[in-house]
């Protein structure tokens, strides 16, 4: 492939590979870090004697790319936490009571009970430390919310991070390592004191700057919904953000327009360049006015967050600024990928941010694809031309991102081109009236019929992707989709790319081969799901219970309708199981499995006067009753509790078992119970 022939994209993958090698291998730091000085002279010093006949030596090529692996594993392990001696998990034990002081660093979304921060350890006990928690702040009558960059005193226990307690459920423990946290505090506001409310790093500047824009945004008199649609389309924060307004945006297809990326940023590189361009009549106006735009640039990324999709844009923008104002001709990917290598080299964990990946795959969608699907019509009439480009655009970046959606989401919006022609046209429009709005804000000039067009234009577009999400039966979701899936979609799409460029036999005979590959994926994921499993579910205050037979799923619960449609448990089990067909009925007291009998005692405590000897024992809703004749009387096996008991219930019935020497499997503690 021609691409290929770009040094920097063969050196980026060579990095990608280091910062992979460095997050699945556990290699001493010291060993990695020798090798790549070793392997970084030993390319300057190739260099400097062979320069002149450097092309005539492809040993040197090996090197280099070996050193640039060296360096992702390097920059990968210099930004994981625990090699530093002063981490705190170097001082602390867990489960003692420890005092802190803190720094918050990031707001998050809250959820029903707690806020919810990121914060940097300053001391533990006095002594310097360092490291990120998780802090839950349980909400209250006179909550107030932290700002970034307070510094906060507490006395607490530190807590590990639960691991995932159902059968392919979200692994947000495993989320928060990417982030650098590994554990986390649970406190009430009568537990902290702010020891500090000054800003000391950009972020808290920036953190301050939009709590302004907001005040006087409040003042100015626009609501909760229209303010929230305006922090996420314009300065990157949906914590905000209405869960319903959220999974219509979703469901709609449209949640990229929340994500400030590049269709954001090149609004405001537009607006830049219109109103820089007196400089261009000064003597040094030509290196003023890009160096500028370039600051400005960095500036709004960092007012938006750096989220991925920001940082991305924002770099690949400062290159193709830098780039034309030294009179370069630019390759879009040659672009794309040093902005990757850029990012990459100070931040390697966002090559695991979602967000990361699904910018860039859409941006190389839409670059690679687009041009091909936009030749297949040519529309006589401007308009129809305008909306023939959005339609292709749209689907070229649908090509890029839906391998990776449908394994991350599982979900594909199918009303998804109708929602984007009729948004995006207007999605400039909205942002340039946005920002004029923050402007005029800040200078404390805000008319109130600006205030009412903008809020009715808001309430419109909110409205028109309500009305879209409406439409579930286009809205296809539990898709079951696998990574080794995602990799030869991948492989088909460029094969047909190949295929329309050059027409040749070889790029026919790889895109028939993939499809081939992807059809036996399809069927041996259809052969793993032939196979009988039974599980009790963990789900707290209720009891579920599943019996799988190949794709059929018996689901035995006690929730109610509401519970029911908004819980995952049985979703995600259903989806990585690729169950095709879920019944619902009530709990039993009574399963067979495989030989094996299981006996649910529930609230009524009736177990007495059974005819036999079950295997195990499933505890629900609290039953009051004496453990100890229990045992004496069915002899089971193992016991299980579920999340529906009361925790006193159950911290007496582990005690008890463990004196009768009777395996006792809680839930809350160990996950779901299986049955294989």
Sequence with gaps: MKLLNFTIIKLTIALVIGILLAHYFEIDFSIVLSSTIALVFSVGIYWYFLKFKIDRFPFFGALTYLALIGIGMTVYQIQNDRVQSDHYTHQIQKHNTAEFLLKIEERLKPDTYNDKYFASIQSINGQHASGRLLVNIKKDSLNNNLAIDDIIFTSAVIKDIQKPLNPHQFDYRNYLKLKQVYHQLYLTQDKLLTISNDKTSIYGYADAFRSSINERLIKAGFKDDTLSIINALLLGQRQNLDKTIYNNYVNAGTIHILAVSGLHVGVILLILNFLFRPLLYLKYGNTLRPLLIVILLWSFAVIAGLSPSVTRAVAMFSIISVAMHLKRPTNIYNTLVISAFLILLVKPNFLFEVGFQMSYLAVLGIVSIQPILYKQLKPKYWLTDKLWQIFTVTLAAQFGVVPISLFYFHQFPGLFFISNIV???????????????????????????????????IESLNGFIAWIAQFEEFLFRDIPFIFIQVVFSYLIVVSLVQVYKFRTFKWVAMCLITV??????????????????????NKSRYSILGHKLNDKLLVYHNLDSVKLKTDNTVKNFSVGESITTIELDSVATVY????????????????KGISFKPDYVLLRNSPRFNLNRMIDSLNPKKIIADASNFKSYVKRWQATCRDEKIPFHYTNEKGAFILR
């Design 423 to 457: 948004v995006i046209p207007f999605l400039g429009l909205i942002l340039g009236f946005g920002l004029l709005i923050i402007v005029l804000s800040l200078l404390n000039y805000l008319p109130e019929f600006v205030v009412t067009t903008y809020s009715f234009i």
């Design 516 to 537: 081939l590959c992807l059809q036996v994926i399809s069927f041996y994921n259809s052969y793993k799901t032939q196979n009988e499993t039974f599980v009790v579910f």
């Design 592 to 607: 067979n499995f495989k030989n094996q009998t299981l006996l649910v005692i529930d609230s009524l405590a009736i177990y």
